[in-house]
């Protein structure tokens, strides 16, 4: 039987398992809609599963995420990396380097010693290293909270605050889009309205104590730099998801992105399939 053949048979199977009624009738039975977007996305997962069982990628596939406080990306991060593991697919984390407990101890002293500019370039520098060595661990899937591309608009961000020089900005900023473009495979950026992530975040918690970051400006100037870096992004990954979630449940941002990445995915399995038999 030619091997084509056989990858249709196999993929046909995904979608004539029948439907758990349980599922339907009982657990959500209130909430239908949802019901039906999450069959759809079992559905393209038990598709990865098959062509995952036929043929491995020739690197992990990895997916950055990057965006703005209370717009989804934290839930959609750890939706995603619960989908794919109970999904049997082989799933790394790697958390946000700058609040991570590493960065506090290890490197955040040493980096206050040095210029705003000098230090962005140390952090992108060890992300980047982060990103390696989490690709040769020989992960399916990995999924990391703000990487390379977050650096760079942070690092675009003291470039136009006058703390990183011209020639700095420029070579690191093409340096790393290439970087980028070998090595992530999907970037998610997800945002608001300003006032409407500080509303989440209030609503969200008990303190009434002003935040230190998380205030109109810092929200507006951000958003500002991930526009004026869009064209940036889109050289640096060949696939992203560019998401206002003013309007949106964290629900329906899970489900937005997911249904954006897993398409990708598809075309990535089908063509190492290709590779792998001449086809």
């Not at 690709?135 to 961000?157: F, T």
Request: aromatic fraction near 12%; charge should be positive; hydrophobic fraction near 40%.
């Amino acid at each position: 039987m030619p091997i084509f053949v056989r990858l249709k048979e196999i993929l046909d199977k995904v979608f004539a398992k029948k439907e758990d009624l349980f599922f339907r009738d009982t657990i959500f039975v209130d909430n239908q809609d949802y019901y039906t977007n999450l069959r759809q996305l079992h559905a393209q997962k038990i598709e990865l599963q098959r062509l995952k069982s036929l043929v491995s990628l020739p690197k992990p596939f990895v997916i950055e995420f990057s965006g703005t406080p209370r717009t989804g990306k934290t839930t959609t991060i750890n939706n995603l990396y619960d989908f794919f593991k109970k999904g049997g697919f082989d799933v790394s984390l790697i958390e946000e380097f700058t609040t991570s407990e590493t960065y506090k101890e290890k490197f955040k002293s040493k980096l206050d010693k040095m210029g705003l500019g000098d230090s962005n370039i140390a952090i992108i520098e060890e992300v980047y290293r982060q990103l390696q060595n989490a690709i040769s661990s020989g992960k399916e899937i990995i999924l990391i909270d703000r990487s390379i591309n977050d650096r760079q608009m942070w690092n675009y961000r003291r470039f136009i605050c006058g703390d990183m020089p011209k020639e700095q900005y420029l070579e690191a900023r093409d340096k790393y889009s290439m970087i980028s473009k070998t090595l992530i495979d999907f970037l998610v950026i997800t945002y608001a309205d300003p006032l409407v992530s500080l509303k989440r975040d209030y609503l969200s918690s008990l303190a009434l104590e002003p935040r230190r970051f998380l205030n109109v400006d810092n929200i507006e100037g951000y958003n500002n730099s991930l526009n004026v870096l869009q064209g940036l992004f889109s050289e640096s990954v060949d696939s992203m998801a560019f998401i206002d979630t003013s309007n949106m449940s964290m629900n329906d941002v899970s489900i937005g992105v997911t249904s954006q990445i897993l398409p990708v995915m598809r075309k990535r399995y089908i063509k190492a399939f290709q590779q792998k038999y001449n086809l």
